[in-house]
T-cell receptor, first 111, second 114 residues
Framework: RKEVEQDPGPFNVPEGATVAFNCTYS??????FFWYRQDCRKEPKLLMS???SGNEDGRFTAQLNRASQYISLLIRDSKLSDSATYLC????????????FGSGTKLNVKP | DAGVIQSPRHEVTEMGQEVTLRCKPI?????LFWYRQTMMRGLELLIY????????DSGMPEDRFSAKMPNASFSTLKIQPSEPRDSAVYFC????????????FGPGTRLTVT
């Protein structure tokens, strides 16, 4: 079983739409959670950390459900510039340096 | 501030040749990571260092792969001999000792082994 599983998409949405991604993780001891964004042929960059209480950054909201071991990312009012692949990242149990990356969910925002 | 620097950005080599990838982490970062990204397997951690010491190399695929960090500002990932299945994008990342555990990635080296 993979450490982190994501729906690969693609999600094709019009500008202004709200879109949600989910990811599940297998290690119940994981303690750090992130969403990274990767543009085509570029390196991954941190979008936001995910906290137990949920957190929001502008149009982006991240949620963590420890009981069900899933993480979500909600993007409101999608922009063309949001088109990218979104990677769910979870640390491996007690090791904060071992990141496990999901395969990514591709988002295409259309005009 | 300069980010993580990797060289070369692109490498094309023939099977059996030695390949050396280079990385300069962000100054002051104590941790350095090497990743490989392929369509089939996604992004995988190969090895990471703390204060120039290799801590976990369990992700290194086989003995053909080796990594070194002779000082705080330089690391290499070597493949010898290279094989076509090593074709991938290799990323180096670094992070400081304290903070949010965010890892900062370099632009990657796109390796093609023919």
């Amino acid at each position: 079983r993979k450490e982190v599983e994501q729906d690969p998409g693609p999600f094709n949405v019009p500008e202004g739409a709200t879109v949600a991604f989910n990811c599940t993780y297998s290690n119940s001891a994981s303690q750090s959670f992130f969403w990274y964004r990767q543009d085509c042929r570029k390196e991954p960059k941190l979008l936001m950390s995910v906290y137990s209480s949920g957190n929001e950054d502008g149009r982006f909201t991240a949620q963590l459900n420890r009981a069900s071991q899933y993480i979500s990312l909600l993007i409101r009012d999608s922009k063309l510039s949001d088109s990218a692949t979104y990677l769910c990242v979870v640390n491996g149990g007690g090791n904060f340096n071992k990141f496990y990356f999901g395969s990514g969910t591709k988002l295409n925002v259309k005009p | 501030d300069a980010g993580v620097i990797q060289s070369p950005r692109h490498e094309v080599t023939e099977m059996g040749q030695e390949v050396t990838l280079r990385c300069k982490p962000i100054s002051g970062h104590d941790y350095l990571f090497w990743y490989r990204q392929t369509m089939m397997r996604g992004l995988e951690l190969l090895i990471y260092f703390n204060n120039n010491v290799p801590i976990d190399d369990s992700g290194m695929p086989e003995d053909r792969f080796s990594a070194k960090m002779p000082n705080a500002s330089f690391s290499t990932l070597k493949i010898q001999p290279s094989e076509p299945r090593d074709s991938a994008v290799y990323f180096c990342a670094s992070r400081p000792a304290s903070g949010s555990y965010e890892q900062y990635f370099g632009p990657g080296t796109r390796l093609t082994v023919t």
